[in-house]
T-cell receptor, first 109, second 116 residues
Framework: AQRVTQPEKLLSVFKGAPVELKCNYS??????LFWYVQYSRQRLQLLLR??SRESIKGFTADLNKGETSFHLKKPFAQEEDSAMYYC???????????FGTGTRLQVFP | DGGITQSPKYLFRKEGQNVTLSCEQN?????MYWYRQDPGQGLRLIYY???????QKGDIAEGYSVSREKKESFPLTVTSAQKNPTAFYLC???????????????FGEGSRLTVL
């Protein structure tokens, strides 16, 4: 079965602390993975995609096929990072993104 | 101003009534989607359409219906058969994967439906 698991509903950290939002996937093929973010009163939007190997707003995510994980990391959290984060999987040859249940990140001053 | 427009933003409905949520895009995207967002359950796909006059059921299509008569429009009807319709509904669009494999969805601001 194709599935995305985000085990944490809520992650709270203080400003300047490292952040790791966990994402595990279940997929038999070669996955395409994404992180989406929804800031308060804003639209859900793409944060980054694994295929681009990019760093956006200080966030990075590395695909680990052995552990079937795609954790989102940032070395020093900022208050403006507070948002809802969704990990998503795009199976091969489809246009249907499969989303995880989301993790709310709270960054305290 | 390009993007996806959903309306209404808030909607109240009595039990037993059908209601239609509007979704319009001017991004010239081929594919359009409807998701339902519930706390603790993430985004679940209701219906999607890759081309005009064609659409497919998602994971939770029961109690919903859609149409795709124009490329720009993908309205969702929540019927009285939907057992738990109170939710936040998100519409999205994307370039078809077969054209550009980006996987990026562009979302509307959402419609909150409350059944009284």
């Amino acid at each position: 079965a194709q599935r995305v698991t985000q085990p944490e509903k809520l992650l709270s950290v203080f400003k300047g602390a490292p952040v790791e939002l966990k994402c595990n996937y279940s997929y038999s093929g070669s996955p395409e993975l994404f992180w989406y973010v929804q800031y308060s009163r804003q639209r859900l939007q793409l944060l980054l995609r694994h295929i681009s190997r990019e760093s956006i707003k200080g966030f990075t995510a590395d695909l680990n096929k052995g552990e079937t994980s795609f954790h989102l990391k940032k070395p020093f959290a900022q208050e403006e990072d507070s948002a809802m984060y969704y990990c998503a999987l795009l199976p091969y040859n489809t246009d249907k993104l499969i989303f995880g249940t989301g993790t709310r990140l709270q960054v305290f001053p | 101003d390009g993007g996806i427009t959903q309306s209404p933003k808030y909607l109240f409905r009595k039990e037993g009534q059908n209601v239609t949520l509007s979704c319009e895009q001017n991004l010239n995207h081929d594919a359009m989607y409807w998701y339902r967002q519930d706390p603790g359950q993430g985004l679940r796909l209701i219906y999607y359409s890759q081309i005009v006059n064609d659409f497919q059921k998602g994971d939770i299509a029961e109690g919903y219906s859609v149409s795709r008569e124009k490329k720009e429009s993908f309205p969702l009807t929540v019927t009285s058969a939907q057992k738990n319709p109170t939710a936040f509904y998100l519409c999205a669009s994307s370039i078809l994967r077969t054209r550009v494999a980006t996987g990026e969805l562009f979302f509307g601001e959402g419609s909150r439906l409350t059944v009284l």
